[in-house]
Structures are given as C-alpha cells and as structure tokens.
C-alpha cells in the first residue's frame, strides 16, 4: 500500500519553514500532497492560483511532490486521494497545542487517517506564514523567508 500525505494550509505565501517540511516529509511517505485549502472567510494576500504557482515552482524537480487546491474538510480531501496521512508543521508550543486539537477532531471524523506532526527546523521556527505577509504588506524585505523560487514584484 503506497503511503500518501496531505499537507494542508494556505501557505498564504509558502515560507522556508513550509518548505523543509515538505522535503522531510517526502522522505517519510511515497507520496506528499500539498493541499492549498480554500477557505472562503479567510482573506489572503495573493490569490489562490499565484501560491499553487508558487508550490509548484518551489518543487519542479520533486516527483514524490505535487501540488492541488481543495475545499471542505481536510479529512474529506485526504479520503478521495486515498491518502491515510495528514502533515502539520510545529514551530513552537502553542503550535502544538492548537494542533492537537485539529489532529483529535480529524482522527474522530476518520479514524483511519493519522496526523503526523514534524518539527519545524531551528533556524525557521520564528517564521510564519503571517509575519512574512506582514513583512511584505509594510514593503519590506520577506525574501530570506521565502523559497528561492518565489520572487516578489
């Protein structure tokens, strides 16, 4: 049976911290999903097509890797792509607390997919998704955050 991962979020933009998660993760499963969910009352900084781009770019030369949007529940997503595992990112304690919570929800609404929960490496546990956007939203300088591949107009 090929292990398959989801890793959901809305990488509203992808960070490094996104992105050695990813790597490490494709070297746990035969397969890593990465899942930009839609979220309809969530307001993002770039739109949905612009951070798929962006994924995909990042992991062009990964083919353990691929890149898919996705709305409704992450459990739901995980079901018609087969996949029985989820991937969440920790950067620090209150990351874990919140997704203890997602992971016990989700294990009650699909007892057969399991959450896995890799630590973010030292040097990225201080970036989020949300301080970059706020980097950029105030014209400064995000990219030693971001990816190599993105680059920001």
């Known amino acids: 049976m090929k292990k398959i991962a989801v890793f ?13 998660i990813i790597n490490r993760a494709s070297l746990l499963f035969d397969h890593v999903i990465v899942a930009i969910g839609e979220n309809s009352s ?28 996705y709305k409704g529940l992450t459990v739901n997503f995980c079901k ?3 996949a029985n595992f989820i ?3 920790l950067r620090n304690s209150l990351d874990f607390e919140y997704e203890q919570t ?21 040097e990225f546990s201080m970036i989020s998704s949300s301080t970059v956007r706020d980097i950029i939203k105030n014209n400064g ?7 190599n591949a993105i680059k920001l107009d």
């Open 87 to 89: 991937i969440r990112g």
């Open 8 to 20: 959901p979020g809305s990488f509203d933009p992808i960070t490094k911290g996104h992105e050695s």
């Open 80 to 82: 018609t792509k087969n």
């Open 141 to 147: 300088n995000a990219e030693q955050f971001l990816p």
């Open 102 to 122: 997602i992971a016990l929800m989700n294990k009650k609404l699909a007892p057969k997919i399991e959450t896995v929960l890799l630590y973010t490496q030292p």
């Open 42 to 69: 969530k307001k993002t900084l770039f739109d949905i097509n612009q951070r798929k781009q962006w994924i995909e770019d990042t992991f062009k030369n990964h083919s353990k890797i691929s890149v898919e949007c």
